[in-house]
């Protein structure tokens, strides 16, 4: 009797395969750094002589969950609001009439990154008083200009002569934008959108300075207290969950690129 062959696999099929993990690498690593670190964390917390104080300030249904739900609350809303002003702004200022105000425009949405994360949620404390929706306006002031400006490069950068063709076919200004422009420059926006996200989740950690909540209250808590558990824990905390927020952001990210980009 003769043994069973195996069919070798062509250079073809492997080359395929490594070039998939390749473009995929990024989605499978970072949840398994998520998972990896939630486990870090919990070892590190069961490992640890714990005091009174800090089984306190880590009880999970008394403050970690709570906090968690803030911090990914106050992400979310600012990034929303952030889209919902952004993008229409940024294909107002691509239009012929109003490209001359993009650079005033930019400039003052510029000044929201120059000012410091700290003196930007002061003043808006001044100007709103204390509470979360002041932290959401805040972040939204601070990490607008990534969305803005990647709107503004992505409709720039589509070629003239595409949108050309496209009033050549009969579409009116607002087709050409809808069917022809804002699809070629959807991956643009949306790189920016994840970039304000991410920026979004590390600057709540900052919101309980103006009564915002969110995790930095238990990394407050351990500063206070010079616990360095309670300071390792909330600010792996707040680590994991930007990991986290920009996986499930690279997902739709890739979920919403028009085919063939």
Not at 62 to 86: D, G, M, Y
Not at 229 to 258: F, N, Q, S, Y
């Amino acid at each position: 009797m003769t043994a069973a062959t195996v069919p070798a696999r062509s250079p073809g099929t492997v080359t395929r395969v490594v070039q998939t993990v390749r473009e995929h690498a990024e989605l499978i690593v970072t949840p398994v750094l998520v998972v990896v670190g939630g486990i870090l964390l919990r070892l590190n917390y069961l490992r640890s002589d714990r005091t009174f104080a800090d089984e306190r300030a880590l009880s999970w249904e008394r403050n970690l969950k709570p906090q968690l739900e803030q911090h990914i609350s106050l992400a979310l809303w600012s990034t929303l609001f952030v889209i919902l002003i952004a993008v229409p702004l940024g294909i107002f200022l691509t239009r012929a009439r109003f490209r001359r105000l993009s650079g005033l425009v930019v400039g003052f949405a510029t000044s929201g990154q120059a000012v410091p994360a700290f003196g930007l949620l002061v003043l808006a404390f001044a100007w709103l008083d204390s509470g979360a929706w002041t932290a959401i306006w805040a972040l939204v002031f601070f990490t607008i200009l990534p969305v803005l400006r990647n709107t503004m490069v992505g409709l720039e950068q589509v070629d003239p002569s595409i949108i050309e063709a496209g009033r050549g076919m009969g579409l009116t200004t607002g087709q050409v934008l809808r069917r022809i422009e804002l699809p070629l420059a959807v991956p643009v926006i949306l790189a920016g959108v994840r970039t304000a996200l991410v920026i979004n989740v590390g600057m709540a950690a900052l919101a309980y300075l103006i009564g915002g909540g969110g995790l930095g209250q238990t990394i407050s808590a351990g500063i206070q207290l010079q616990r360095d558990l309670v300071v390792v824990t909330g600010a792996g905390l707040t680590a994991l969950v930007a990991l986290a927020v920009d996986w499930i952001a690279a997902l739709v990210e890739r979920a919403l690129r028009p085919r063939g980009l």
